[in-house]
């Protein structure tokens, strides 16, 4: 049995349905990403994980346990979220120890917890600092060691990095994980920052509009969106209209340019039939010698020096595609209004069906 489990989730706000039928079941010590855009009900979810909202339909289940009809107190789950939540008026120490002193831990005992969880977190020297003399990426950490503390069954949480700045997210969430990975606990993770779930996630799910889209390994999740929305948010991409040409033979057009795909077509597609294929900015190449089984010619309209990537983009026909060349010594970026053939693999060309 899987050790978190959400069944039929469903939960609506007066006549709004922010979460429609969730179903997902997570394992002891995985680490998973809730990805999505503003509003589409990751906090919603998290909450009821930890109680603090009731699912008008379906039920949690935590270590074979329905946590339905309990207090968020009773469920063992550590919180951390995106504002500084820490109290103000507590040292950190004082504040890594509530929750131990809550539960009526001897004071000794606390001690020594709090000192290896500051420890965990590399802030033991600054046990008598207030949060206001902290930044807030030192505040995030002791959030976490704070949620950590009580040796939760799950942890949860919600965009804990979004308010620090960009060098420090990803020195934090490299630490995040490696914490997590350590104490092999359960963990949840909010975000609508696509790089950040790709890196650190065993899964992720993205969720658009109340449902998830699609649920998989990073890996999966890039290079085989299963639907229009999971490919145009997670990573650049290109949107590319074709048309059928000959179903039987998985052959499409792209402008006037004929190309076989790899993926079969399906039987449900006729000749004229048009046709929505994705393709990555890092899959092509106009690079003399550059390799690929299909090729497609176009012209120029502009190029961007990106720092360790030059993106161009390219007319075929009425579509416009762009692609990633790494920056090296000695090369020369094409040219506006020049003719160039871009190589790719046909099996890098997604048909994306909705
Ligand atoms: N207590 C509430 N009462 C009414 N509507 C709510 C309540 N809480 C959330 N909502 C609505 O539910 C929807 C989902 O909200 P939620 O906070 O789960 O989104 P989110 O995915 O976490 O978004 P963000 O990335 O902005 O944090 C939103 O439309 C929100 O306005
Ligand atoms: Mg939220």
Redesign the pocket.
């Known amino acids: 049995m899987s050790f978190l489990e959400l069944a039929g989730i469903q939960k609506s ?2 006549p ?1 349905q ?2 429609k039928d969730f179903d997902m079941t997570i394992e002891k010590g995985e680490f998973v990403s809730f990805l ?12 009821m994980i930890a109680g603090f ?1 009731t699912p008008s339909a379906g039920t949690v289940i935590i270590n074979g346990r329905n946590q339905n009809e309990l207090k968020p107190n009773q469920r063992n789950i550590g919180m951390v979220f995106q504002a500084y939540a820490l109290f103000p008026n507590m040292t950190v120490h004082d504040n890594v120890a509530f929750g131990l002193k809550i539960a009526g831990m001897e004071k000794s005992a606390v001690d020594a917890r709090v000192k290896e969880m500051l420890g965990l977190i590399h802030l033991g020297h600054l046990a008598d600092r207030f949060p206001y003399q902290m930044s807030g990426g030192q505040q995030q950490r002791v959030a976490l060691a704070r949620a950590l503390a009580p040796k939760p069954q799950v942890l949860l949480l ?2 804990p990095l979004s308010a620090l700045d960009a060098k420090i997210r990803v020195s934090l969430r490299e630490e995040i994980r490696a914490i997590q990975q350590q104490l092999g606990i359960t963990t949840v993770f ?1 975000t ?1 920052d696509q790089e950040e779930a790709l890196s650190i996630s065993d899964r992720i799910v993205v ?1 658009n509009g ?1 449902r998830a889209d699609q649920i998989g390994t990073p890996f999966d999740i890039y290079n085989k969106p299963a639907t229009r929305f999971v490919a145009s948010f997670v990573g650049t991409l290109n949107m590319i209209e074709a048309r059928v040409a000959d179903p039987a033979t998985n052959r499409i057009t792209i402008g006037d340019q004929g190309i076989t795909l790899r993926e079969p077509l399906g039987s449900t597609l006729k000749a004229g039939d048009k046709l929505s294929l994705a393709l990555r900015p890092e899959a092509g190449s106009i690079a003399e010698g550059a390799k690929g089984d299909t090729a497609l010619t176009g012209t120029v309209v502009s190029s961007n020096f990106l720092g360790s990537v030059i993106r161009t983009r390219m007319k075929v026909g009425d579509a416009v595609i762009s692609f990633d060349m790494f920056n090296a010594p000695g090369l020369t970026p094409p040219a506006v209004g020049e003719v160039a053939t871009l190589r790719f693999t046909a099996s890098d060309l997604l048909i994306i069906r909705e």
Not at 36 to 47: E, N
Request: proline letters at 4%.
């Open positions: 706000f007066g709004v922010v979460v999505g855009p503003s509003g589409c009900g990751k906090t919603t979810i998290l909450r909202e919600d965009e909010v609508h969720m109340g």
